[in-house]
């Protein structure tokens, strides 16, 4: 990652900067256990879209990560049984589980849909979600390095990327992180063999 350092730096905080400002704008760092609606879809889509940038940025990491080669481990048997290890694993009960709840999709369709405030949880954990994965991301990139490393070996197609669309509603500085994105993806997959 020697070439690209700067264009990774530059793509590393703008990015991290976007999702603390999305987070901060929806008031998830003061944990609300409620928000609006409105404040959740905006934030959501927000997310969405950087999240699409976050994944590109770690492609890109681990297209450029020099991996020395891969040490053995030793093989296990799963067939064969270890000293201390109960010899049934799984068992088979006759008698059936207690009913429970019926699910959602079988009571059928809500005509009026609910009306208030929505809950910040699932919000706040796909927000914080995104912080701690800007944190590892030199971890993340290594671990898909060595998927990506694997999948050209096995002679499987490139992945074939393609611009974000409405790049044009994006801040300037995600803009540009976008488009650059895109053409240095595109400039790192030249040296996957191509199997079309």
Same mark, same amino acid.
């Given at each position: ?6 264009f990774?730096?530059h ?8 999702i603390?400002?999305?987070?901060f704008?929806?008031?998830l ?5 409620? &928000?609006?609606?409105?404040?959740? /879809? ?5 997310l969405?879209?950087?999240?699409i ?16 080669p891969v040490?053995? /481990?030793?093989?296990?048997n799963?067939?064969? &049984? ?19 709840e ?6 059928g369709?809500?005509i ?18 995104m912080?701690? !994965?800007?944190?590892?991301s ?8 060595? !998927? ?8 499987e197609?490139?992945?074939? &990327? ?20 895109t ?14």
């Amino acid at each position: 990652m020697t070439d690209l350092s700067d264009f990774f730096s530059h793509a590393w905080q703008t990015i991290g900067r976007a999702i603390a400002e999305a987070g901060f704008r929806a008031g998830l760092r003061e944990v609300p256990e409620v &928000i609006s609606k409105s404040v959740k /879809r905006r934030c959501q889509a927000e997310l969405k879209r950087l999240g699409i940038l976050l994944r590109r940025l770690i492609f890109l990491m681990a297209l450029h990560v020099d991996l020395g080669p891969v040490k053995p /481990r030793p093989g296990s048997n799963y067939f064969e &049984i270890s000293e201390g290890e109960n010899e049934t694993k799984y068992t088979f009960s006759l008698v059936p589980a207690a009913a429970g709840e019926t699910p959602d999709f079988l009571r059928g369709p809500q005509i009026v849909p609910d009306r208030g405030p929505v809950l910040a949880a699932p919000l706040i954990d796909r927000w914080q979600a995104m912080l701690e !994965t800007l944190r590892d991301s030199e971890r993340r990139a290594k671990c898909l390095s060595r !998927t990506l490393q694997r999948q050209q070996a096995r002679g499987e197609p490139k992945p074939f &990327i393609t611009p974000v669309p409405k790049t044009h509603a994006m801040p300037a500085a995600l803009g540009i992180v976008s488009g650059g994105l895109t053409v240095q993806l595109i400039e790192a997959l030249k040296g996957w063999p191509d199997t079309s």
